[in-house]
């Protein structure tokens, strides 16, 4: 399978169904079991008719074998009781599922822009464009949780405020960045560029108070 996964991937029909993969795999650290199946995600109320398509994207990232087994990557990357360290150890483990992607652009796949994820990902399957967006969406949802973790996302507040900047780092991206990248006629009066500057020092300080670096600050 290449590392944009065609096959697997047609399946993959809504991004709630990868924004579920992402709650199960962060949320649930504490109690993943040795054996994961659709009934097992029924019973703990995860992706509700789509339980299938969350065990593939799973199993895709060797979070559990072809029998739905816990693997022992899964095993010591879900017994990290450190948030740090297990955001670390996530990143490897979709560094490794997106193995060409990583070959071909580095550590800078994290934050290629969404029409370039695209791009590779329908190149590598030549897939349509609707399934070219699906896989880049659900890589970058994956990265956001293995790279810019916010808190340690044990409360319920915790988990809708992990969530929620995770919809403005994206939407910033898709609806202030890219329009002015791609369309160079758009022209921001200065209040309206004051606004963005706002936005973008808001999500970098909320970023810095989690203990993250910002490169160049």
């Not at 919809?167 to 369309?183: D, K, Q, V, W």
């Not at 606004?195 to 993250?212: E, K, N, P, Y």
Request: glycine share 8%; charged share 25%; proline share 2%.
């Amino acid at each position: 399978m290449s590392s944009g996964g065609g096959a697997l991937w047609l399946n993959i029909r809504t991004w709630e169904s990868q924004a579920c993969l992402c709650k199960y795999s962060i949320s649930s650290r504490s109690l993943f079991p040795n054996t994961l199946d659709a009934d097992v995600l029924r019973k703990l109320g995860f992706a509700p008719g789509n339980e299938s398509l969350i065990l593939n994207t799973i199993r895709f990232i060797r979070l559990i074998d072809e029998k739905g087994g816990r693997t022992e990557k899964a095993q010591k990357t879900f017994t990290l009781h450190d948030a740090g360290s297990f955001a670390k150890a996530f990143a490897e483990l979709v560094k490794a599922a997106y193995s060409d992607l990583f070959k071909l652009h580095g550590d800078d796949a994290w934050t290629l822009s969404n029409a370039k994820l695209i791009t590779y990902f329908r190149q590598a399957d030549q897939s349509s464009e609707l399934v070219g967006t699906r896989q880049a969406n659900t890589f970058r949802t994956l990265a956001t949780y293995a790279l810019i973790k916010l808190n340690s996302c044990g409360t319920v507040s915790e988990k809708d405020e992990q969530k929620g900047f995770q919809f403005l780092f994206a939407g910033s991206m898709l609806a202030i960045r890219n329009p002015r990248g791609h369309e160079y006629a758009i022209d921001d009066s200065p209040d309206e560029c004051l606004d963005h500057l706002g936005l973008v020092s808001l999500l970098i300080r909320r970023v810095q108070a989690a203990g993250h670096k910002i490169p160049g600050r």
